[in-house]
Nanobody, 127 residues
């Protein structure tokens, strides 16, 4: 079972990237998926999530209006479209899968609830 993130890279401020979280060995539509990020010297934070049943989406205030999460169950992949990128978006981005029917980006929700984690993809926003 694997979650593999891809699509990271170096982008200028104001630019866009689309991250992918592809699953093998599990069916992603049975899971709610959360995107996290962790910058050097900072705690991991929840960025966005999408629920397994209705595809409801939630965002951290820091990315609301700039990021969009979506899923393509036929491709067994969840995406994070990131726009209007800022230097403070620089981080390693991870996806994680949780069997809960709902999802949250709240820091109070224990990482132990997530059944699977990817290894991350680096996003660097710099001119």
């Amino acid at each position: 079972v694997q979650l593999v993130e891809s699509g990271g890279g170096l982008v200028q401020p104001g630019g866009s990237l689309r991250l992918s979280c592809a699953a093998s060995g599990l069916t992603l539509d049975s899971y709610s998926i959360t995107w996290f990020r962790q910058a050097p010297g900072k705690e991991r934070e929840g960025v966005s999530c999408i629920t397994r049943t209705y595809g409801s989406t939630f965002y951290a205030d820091s990315v609301k209006g700039r990021f969009t999460v979506s899923r393509d169950n036929a491709k067994n992949t969840v995406y994070l479209q990131m726009g209007s990128l800022k230097a403070e978006d620089t981080a390693v981005y991870y996806c994680a899968a949780d069997r809960a029917r709902w999802c949250t980006v709240a820091a109070s929700y224990s990482p132990a609830n997530y059944e699977y984690w990817g290894r991350g993809t680096q996003v660097t926003v710099s001119s």
